[in-house]
Structure formats: structure tokens, C-alpha cells
């Protein structure tokens, strides 16, 4: 018998219990499916942290300022409370000393209320230089960024990031407006575009938003705010002094991030007493998340291992009742001349049409997992906004992603698991005696 | 054998009715030797011979109905012929090849082979149609038969059945599915056709249309062995062996061939 007829057949006899045979397909449908949506979710969650982690720049190295742990070996003095992190010194340092460092972004945050009449949020008040909105890919959506201008003149502007600009100025225009920072004023000269979170790094758990930041120029901040911040914590008071938050050297090519980050890393490790500074590489963030990617998705498969484990058990529980029930048929074909062999294959054969149903029919519906996300995503956005808006950022714009290989690998695997789990019932419809096979009512 | 002489042989069954007295001869070469064979197993302890030192001999074109008490051993003599059985002792040579030795897998194909089994059951597979039923044992043929379909098709004229193709053995009458059975049995060209009580589940009339059938099959040149316990039935063979206690208690000739 060739294959199409084998299929056929295996087709006809399963159709005798079309519901018995129809929950064992859903076994394996249910696990094939598990096997693509979880796969295609994880992707589309590795996809965004890439994205993500691409956005902070492959050429970059972010260096930043972190308050060390222990406090007791801090410059501590009560008058001038604690000072930690990155210079302004190292600033220079990092620009004159190491020669593949092409350009360098200094920037120094703080959070504070913003205010426009009565309207306020928390925002993240950012000092910074024209070049940090090409480097964190933030265009302007309306007005003009800071320049080199507003950075010489220590000018009182800012630019605001599309949602503070939102909460602050919801009907009126902000452009030319003034924002007020506990008690100075600055004109609004700009408005940044929407932009999707950043990849945590060094010292924020949280992935960066940058959609309640106020910029105003560095030279400004550092007039107007200056380097020590009171800070309230515990209920007690405390006065820090750090010169900048951040300082994102960029460097030419991918080639030279690592050596460059050593360079970098030796260089600090020269003129700081203690650690107080993080430096991250986000090309290493990027093989970490490959990492990552590549043990969630063992984790995965190992999951959807044990869904189609469980389907071949109600794979194999139908195909030893089925053997069980057609006893007689098994002792005519003997009689009429069907070796062991060929009784094995006509079982397996019945088995893999079971597994195989559920395979495809797992792959059909695995094809839905976009549409379906989508629709769920829709019903919960219009049925439940206040559940929407809770929802992280990550899961409201997770998109999944359909991966080739989970698709062919869930579906061998069906394939596979229907075989190994038809082994046995074929087998023990073979060794039947054909003499007591024909007995069998 | 060629195809072409199979073929006739099924149309002279299908055209010849069932002329009663004139016999075709049984041929002298010998389709089928039992030498010599025991058959014994354990049985709570026990040591039963089913078989007993028996040494028969089956000619082509001969009909033999094997008779005998439950217990006399006549399915086990089925069972030995039919290749489904092995004997403790002695020799069964069929097709001149001794099968008392063969493996599993060697005798599954002297089945497929040289025999056709009719059982007292029918013994069709249910989810199969008609014509799929009577294809089951080409599916077993090693080489493939050619033609398999218009043989199908052929032989379900020749039992009747034209007209009921593809229906499945349920929507069938019990004598129309014996000759569903008696088609399968046919459809491999075999050397002997088996008979395991092939009326035992048939009324009267039905019975006698299918011992019709099994004649006409046999004055075509068909060498049946049939066992039975009932006598009018084993009156239509051309030899009744009647076992005892595991051996041939007597052989008679119930209507001699014309010679």
C-alpha cells in the first residue's frame, strides 16, 4: 500500500469514533498552538527589548552615575553632604585621552515638579546638549531643539517631551509659553515626538521613558539648578552633589565599543576612590538579550515539550483502546496476509494521521496568534480603558512575532510524538495470535 | 500462474450454473499434504493432542468437508492448514513448499499467497466498503497484482454484488456479506480455499445459495477444504473426512468425480 492509501485508511478507521479521535487531535492541537503563540509572544518580547537596547546605540558606551551603597566611605561632610559620580573633569578626560572616542554626551537629570498656571507633573528636568536628541533618535515634532546657541547663553528654553507637553499645555500651544521649575521660568521652544521606551540600564530597574522629560540646556541647568540637590529620604534631608548623570561617549565603529569600554572603565578607575559611576555597553546588552532570547526559548519549547507529552498520552490511550476494540480486524488481516510489519505501519500510520490532524490544524490556528492578539488587544482597549492604561508599555505594544522555526518544530514534534506513543499500541496489535485475534468478539 | 488463466477460470465460475452429476476430474498433482502431523499444548497441566498423527492429502479441484464433534480437532486442522497454526510434529506441504517450519513473517505471506479464508463470521472490516473489502488482501501482495481494481470489480459480479459496491458490510444482508467474504477469498487467485462453517450463521435458503456458489466455484477448477458439523451441508462436497479424538476417523467419497 502506498502512503496516500495508508492515509486514507488511517483517515476511515479514525472516523469510526469521530469524537474519541477528535479529542485526541485537540490534545495536540492545543500544544501545537501553545508551542507557536508562546514562541511568537517571546519573540515579539525579545524583538522590542532589542529594539530597544539598538536604540541606546550599538557604537555607544553610556557612562553613569550611581550613589554607591556604602555611604560610609563617601566625602562626607555634614555642610557639604555627600558627592559622587562623574565629573565634568572626566568629561574632558574621556574626550583628550581616549582617541576613539568621536564624540561624548554629557547630560545631568533631576526629577522635579513642572508647572505651567496650575498644571503640574513630575518630570524628569534633563540638562543636556543639542547633541543628545540625535543620539537617544528624539526628533522634534514641532519647534526647534536646543542649540549651541541656548548652551553659550545659558538661556532660560526647553524643550518638552510629548506627554509633559500634553499635560501641561492641552488645548493651547506651548510653543512660546513659559514652564515653571520650582522658581525659574523657561520658554518652551520645542516639543519632542512620541518615543517608546528605552532599555533598562545601569542603576534604573525601569525601562527608560522619556515621555515626562523637560530639557533645558546644560549650562543652564548647571546655573540654575547646580550640582548639590537636596534630596528628602527617610524623613531626613540629605545633600548630594553630582556634577553630571550621564555621559554617553560614542565611539566609530562596533569594532572598537569593547576595547574602548576598557579603556574607558581603567581610565575612571584612575581618578575615582570608589565606584560610583556604571558603565554600560549596549552592544553586551544586545548578546546578553540574544542570551536571554536563546533560554526562554529553551525554556518554550520545554513547556510546550511537556503539552505535547501530555498529548501523546491521550494519543496512545485512544490508539491502545482503538487496538483493543479491533482485535478482529487485526486477526483478518493476519489471515489474509498481513506480516506484523505491516500491521505495525498500518497503526503507526493511524496514529501519525492523529498527530499529523493536530498538527496542522495546531499550525492553522498558530497562524491566528496576530489577529487574534490584535482583536484581544482592541477588546480590552475599548471594553476596559482603565485596565489598558494600567497595562505596561511592553504589553500594549506587544506585537508577536510568528517564528519559522517554532511552526516546522511543533509540528515534527507532533509528528514525532504521535510515532513514538504509536510504537507501543502497533506493536501490541501485532503480536496478536491471529488464531485468538479471529476469536476475539 | 498467469493472469490471464486466473481470469477465465473466475468467468467459468460466473457462466457455468450449477449443473448437478457431471464433475469436472480433481486433478492428480496435490495442493495441499498433511504428513504425519501432531499438534499437542498444555492445558491446565494437561497434555491435550489436538491433532494426532494425521496425514491427508488435498488435489486440485477436489471439495472436502471436514467433519467431526467440538473437540475432534477440526479447527485445529483448519488452523494448521490455513498457515495460522504450527504442528508439534510432522510436515504440511503446501504449494510444495513444507510450511511446518516457516517464521511468522515467511507464513503471513503463504497466506497472502496461496490462500483464502471464508469464515463462519464473515469477518468483514466494517469501516471498508464492498469493493475495499474484497481488495484487502491485495494490499498484502508481495509483488503487487496488477489489475487489482477490475479484479474487485469482476469478482463482485460473480458473487452478485455489482449493484452494492460501496456499502458497508452493515447495510448488507448476512448471505450477501458471506459473499463479500467469498469475493475477498477469490481475489488473490489462492491454491485452497478455507471455509470455516461458512452457512453457521445462514438460514436455510441462504445457505444452500452459498454452498450454489462454493460449487460452481469448485466445478471451475477451485480446490475448497470446509469444515462443518452440519450434514446436509458437508453432502455438497466431493469428500467428508471425519475426525475423532484428534484422528481421521473415516474418509467417504460423497459424489466421485466423473471420469
Known sequence: ?441 | MSDTTRDSQIDAAAVTPAVRGTLPPVGDDVVASVVRVSKAYRLGGHLVRALDDVSIDFHRGDFVAIMGSSGSGKSTLLNLLGCLDRPTTGRYILAGQDVARMDDQTLSRVRGRYLGFIFQSYNLIQQLSVVENIAVPLAYQRPPLPGGHDRCLRLAELVGLSGRLGHRPTELSGGQQQRVAIARALVNNPQVILADEPTGNLDTATSHEIMDLLDALNRAGRTIVMVTHEDDIAARARRVVRLRDGRIERVSENRPAAS
Open chain 1, 1 to 441: 500500500m502506498d502512503v496516500l492509501q495508508q492515509i486514507r485508511l488511517g483517515f476511515r478507521s479514525l472516523m469510526l469514533h469521530k469524537l474519541r479521535s477528535g479529542l485526541a487531535v485537540l490534545g495536540i492541537l492545543i500544544g501545537v498552538t501553545a508551542v507557536i503563540w508562546l514562541v511568537a509572544m517571546g519573540e515579539g518580547v525579545s524583538f522590542q527589548a532589542q529594539q530597544q537596547i539598538k536604540d541606546l546605540g550599538a557604537t555607544s558606551i553610556i557612562i553613569r552615575s550611581i550613589k554607591p551603597a556604602d555611604e560610609s566611605t563617601l566625602d562626607t561632610n555634614s555642610r557639604m553632604g555627600i558627592s559622587y559620580g562623574l565629573l565634568r573633569d572626566d568629561y574632558d578626560r574621556l574626550l583628550s585621552n581616549v582617541p576613539t572616542i568621536s564624540r561624548a554626551v554629557p547630560m545631568r537629570e533631576i526629577s522635579r515638579e513642572v508647572r505651567h498656571r496650575d498644571r503640574a507633573i513630575d518630570g524628569q528636568l534633563i540638562g543636556c546638549t543639542p547633541d543628545y536628541f540625535a543620539l537617544n533618535r528624539l526628533p522634534i515634532a514641532r519647534g526647534r531643539p536646543l542649540t549651541e546657541v541656548d548652551l553659550r547663553t545659558y538661556a532660560n528654553v526647553t524643550v518638552l517631551a510629548h506627554e509633559a507637553a500634553g499635560t501641561l499645555f492641552p488645548i493651547a500651544d506651548p510653543l512660546g509659553r513659559a514652564v515653571q521649575v520650582g522658581q525659574e521660568f523657561y520658554v518652551v521652544v520645542g516639543v519632542a515626538a512620541p518615543r517608546t521606551a528605552a532599555a533598562a540600564i545601569g542603576g534604573s530597574l525601569g525601562a527608560r521613558q522619556y515621555d515626562r522629560d523637560v530639557y533645558i540646556p546644560l549650562s543652564t541647568f548647571r546655573t540654575r539648578i547646580g550640582d548639590r540637590v537636596f534630596t528628602v529620604r527617610a524623613g531626613s534631608t540629605q545633600l548630594e552633589t553630582v556634577e553630571l548623570s550621564q555621559i554617553t561617549a560614542v565611539v566609530d565603529s562596533m569594532s572598537d565599543v569593547d576595547e574602548t569600554a576598557n579603556v574607558v572603565k581603567s581610565l575612571l578607575a584612575r581618578y575615582h576612590k570608589q565606584v560610583d559611576y556604571a558603565v554600560v555597553v549596549p552592544k553586551e546588552l544586545l548578546e546578553q538579550a540574544e542570551t536571554m532570547r536563546a533560554m526562554f526559548n529553551v525554556l518554550l519549547v520545554l513547556i510546550a515539550g511537556i503539552s505535547l507529552l501530555v498529548g501523546g498520552i491521550g494519543i496512545m490511550n485512544i490508539m491502545l483502546a482503538t487496538v483493543t476494540e479491533r482485535t478482529r480486524e487485526i486477526g483478518i488481516r493476519r489471515a489474509l496476509g498481513a506480516t506484523r510489519t505491516e500491521i505495525v505501519q498500518q497503526f503507526l500510520w493511524e496514529t501519525v494521521v492523529l498527530s499529523g490532524t493536530g498538527g496542522l490544524l495546531g499550525v492553522l490556528f498558530g497562524f491566528l496568534c496576530g489577529p487574534t492578539i490584535t482583536a484581544v488587544r482592541a477588546a480590552v482597549a475599548g471594553g476596559l480603558p482603565d485596565v489598558w492604561a494600567a497595562l505596561p508599555a511592553n504589553i500594549r505594544n506587544l506585537e508577536p512575532r510568528l517564528a519559522p522555526w517554532s511552526v516546522i518544530a511543533a509540528f515534527g514534534i507532533s509528528v514525532g510524538v504521535g510515532i513514538l506513543f504509536g510504537i507501543y499500541p502497533a506493536r501490541r496489535a501485532a503480536s496478536m495470535d491471529p488464531i485468538e485475534a479471529l476469536r476475539h468478539e
